[in-house]
């Protein structure tokens, strides 16, 4: 059931993302183009606290007009290590620097139309630094309880794929 792809040519290019529509050969035989974006990887944390709650962000996501919680989350840099870009955008979106981080899961939150790559770390604790560098990025920052997500994720508040993918893991390893 494997599909082959014949060529792919690009319909636009920039700094973040590449857009490409691709030739591709169904198992059948049949050949239909499919168009596919191509991203720079990004890596986030999910950080806890020895009280049980989960550092998120209340923002603003305009391409859906829609608000919601989401773990600290960002582009990784060229020739950054992903849980170096994890630990970065943790800080610069919370002002909490987080402890220790390790690997939890990697998510490819839409792979049907894109290569995106997400690289999601855990940490315990973190260490309050200071406000936001990037104040843009949430329209506030919360500890919330662990045990609060699954009823947000029913409500709706939050929707972000990688977001709920890693937080529900955590929860299932709680």
């Given at each position: 059931?494997?599909?082959?792809?014949?060529?792919?040519e690009?319909?636009?290019?920039?700094?973040?993302?590449?857009?490409?529509?691709?030739?591709?050969?169904?198992?059948?035989?049949?050949?239909?183009?499919?168009?596919?974006?191509?991203?720079?990887?990004?890596?986030?944390?999910?950080?806890t606290?020895?009280?049980?709650?989960?550092?998120?962000?209340?923002?603003?996501?305009?391409?859906?007009?829609?608000?919601?919680?989401e773990?600290?989350?960002?582009?990784i840099?060229?020739?950054?290590?992903?849980i170096?870009?994890?630990?970065?955008?943790?800080?610069?979106?919370?002002?909490?620097?987080?402890?220790?981080?390790?690997?939890?899961?990697?998510?490819?939150?839409?792979?049907?139309?894109?290569?995106?790559?997400?690289?999601?770390?855990?940490?315990d604790?973190?260490?309050?630094?200071?406000?936001?560098?990037?104040?843009?990025?949430?329209?506030?920052?919360?500890?919330?309880?662990?045990?609060?997500?699954?009823?947000?994720?029913?409500?709706?508040?939050?929707?972000?794929?990688?977001s709920?993918?890693?937080?529900?893991?955590?929860?299932?390893?709680?």
């Amino acid at each position: 059931m494997r599909w082959q792809v014949h060529s792919e040519e690009p319909l636009y290019t920039d700094r973040w993302l590449d857009v490409r529509v691709a030739d591709v050969e169904l198992p059948d035989g049949r050949h239909l183009d499919h168009r596919l974006i191509r991203t720079a990887p990004g890596a986030g944390a999910v950080v806890t606290d020895d009280r049980h709650r989960v550092l998120l962000i209340w923002r603003h996501r305009f391409i859906t007009d829609s608000w919601g919680w989401e773990i600290p989350i960002g582009k990784i840099e060229d020739d950054e290590e992903p849980i170096a870009a994890a630990a970065r955008e943790v800080e610069e979106e919370t002002g909490w620097r987080p402890v220790s981080l390790r690997p939890l899961l990697c998510v490819q939150p839409t792979n049907g139309i894109s290569d995106s790559v997400h690289h999601i770390f855990r940490a315990d604790s973190a260490t309050y630094i200071g406000p936001p560098t990037e104040t843009w990025e949430a329209e506030r920052i919360e500890w919330v309880p662990l045990t609060d997500i699954g009823d947000l994720v029913g409500k709706g508040d939050i929707v972000s794929g990688t977001s709920m993918a890693a937080l529900l893991y955590v929860l299932t390893k709680s």
